[in-house]
């Protein structure tokens, strides 16, 4: 068990709709990561925020919109969603204060099937 | 942009035999160099890093070689096993840029 918790494991839904995937990140981390993964791709970097501001962007789509709250928990805002958007959703956290190292940990993922 | 090149694609080993996966990097800044284990429907989890001050760093079968000049690192794993069967991604500086993954598959 990584320490990072993501809501829901899984989400079925039709094209066109928005969903919000939810992530809280290891106790005391400050940054967090969120990964497309396709199925049998590798990971896209979507967007990262540390301590409630975007930190960094990747290939994340305009329809695609993340925020970072004050209690450190993330949301991932997924809209006008298309067939393609089907895939596995990772958050990851990073940044334990202390560690020196800013592995990432890595939660169990969201699965998003659009029909 | 940065560019993580790893290879190969794919892996078919024998049990018992010696996986090697390679990646490339750009970026001489990077000080940290870890890859990552991926299981089917699992998020990935660090495996083995290692820190540009060292060529080589074993952990059990694990081992991480490290070329600064070529600005390569390596994961090899010794006395492979079935259960090592997973997606090995490099990730350079944990830099989000990870690499596209190798499929290891470890026949019994």
């Known amino acids: 068990d990584s320490g990072v918790t993501q809501t829901p494991k899984h989400l079925i839904t039709a094209t066109g709709q928005r969903v919000t995937l939810r992530c809280s990140p290891r106790?005391?981390?400050?940054?967090v990561y969120w990964y497309q993964q396709s199925l049998d791709q590798g990971l896209q970097f979507l967007i990262q925020?540390?301590?409630?501001?975007?930190?960094a962007k990747g290939n994340i789509l305009e329809r695609f919109s993340a925020q970072q709250f004050p209690d450190l928990h993330s949301e991932l805002n997924l809209s006008s969603l298309e067939l393609g958007d089907s895939a596995l959703y990772f958050c990851?956290?990073?940044?334990?204060?202390?560690?020196?190292?800013?592995?990432?940990?890595f939660g169990p993922g969201t699965r998003l099937t659009v029909l | 942009q940065q560019q993580v090149k790893q290879s190969p694609q794919s892996l078919i080993v024998q049990k018992g035999g010696i996986s090697i996966i390679n990646c490339a990097y750009e970026?001489?800044?990077?000080?940290?160099f870890p890859w990552y284990q991926q299981f089917p429907g699992k998020g990935p989890a660090l495996l083995i890093a290692?820190?540009?001050?060292?060529s080589e760093k074993k952990e059990g079968r694990f081992t991480i070689s490290f070329n600064k000049s070529a600005k390569q690192f390596s994961l090899h794993i010794m006395d492979s096993q079935p259960g090592d069967s997973a997606t090995y991604f490099c990730?350079?500086?944990?830099?989000?840029?990870f690499g596209a993954g190798t499929r290891l598959t470890v026949k019994p």
């Open positions: 990851a956290s990073s940044g334990q204060m202390g560690t020196g190292r800013n592995e990432q940990f």
């Open positions: 106790s005391g981390d400050l940054s």
């Open positions: 925020y540390y301590n409630g501001e975007e930190r």
């Open positions: 970026n001489t800044a990077f000080d940290y």
């Open positions: 290692i820190r540009p001050d060292v």
């Open positions: 990730a350079p500086h944990n830099d989000m840029r």
